[in-house]
């Protein structure tokens, strides 16, 4: 298990801002341990263009980043996810695909920026906050020592993080 690259999978509702930032996060700060995905229950089809302008202001990969459907990672030929974590209340509460391998589930909820995009000063703050929130779980999640924890005990622990208030000052 020491050289396991873990696949995780973010869910939300559009799969075109929360989701993005937190597969682009893990990604960036993953180290090689990670590989993030995102998907979405009712995807846009389109990346939010203030989320990419972010990002990319942070200096973090958006590279294929894209709007796309759940159904893609719940066929059963596709890579075995070990991490499925919702970032919005909407994809908590749906019913979602069973996926293959039987992942870790966790809701990460945090508020939606694309609720803000008639007023593009509040979107970016969002989106600000939505980042700094994300990339603090992201990186109490990547700190896990995986490798020594049961299962029991690693689902409990990726399940706490989303409860913690982790707004970094700007």
């Not at 000063?121 to 779980?137: E, M, N, P, T, Y």
Request: charged residues 25%.
């Amino acid at each position: 298990m020491k050289n396991k690259v873990f696949n995780v999978l973010f869910l939300c509702t559009g799969n075109s801002a929360r989701s993005i930032i937190a597969e682009s996060v893990l990604n960036h700060y993953g180290e090689g341990r990670f590989r993030a995905f995102s998907a979405g229950s009712f995807p846009t089809g389109t990346v939010n263009p203030l989320v990419l302008e972010f990002l990319e202001q942070q200096r973090i990969s958006t590279e294929g980043a894209r709007s796309k459907s759940w159904d893609e990672f719940a066929a059963p030929d596709r890579a075995e996810l070990d991490f499925v974590i919702t970032v919005c209340d909407d994809a908590a509460g749906e019913v979602c695909p069973v996926w293959p391998g039987q992942p870790i589930t966790a809701h990460w909820g945090v508020e939606d920026p694309a609720r803000f995009m008639d007023d593009p000063d509040k979107a970016r703050k969002v989106i600000r906050d939505v980042f700094h929130v994300l990339k603090g779980r992201i990186q109490l999640f990547t700190g896990l020592p995986a490798s020594s924890l049961d299962r029991l005990a690693l689902t409990a622990a990726v399940r706490d993080i989303g409860n913690r208030d982790l707004k970094e000052k700007q």
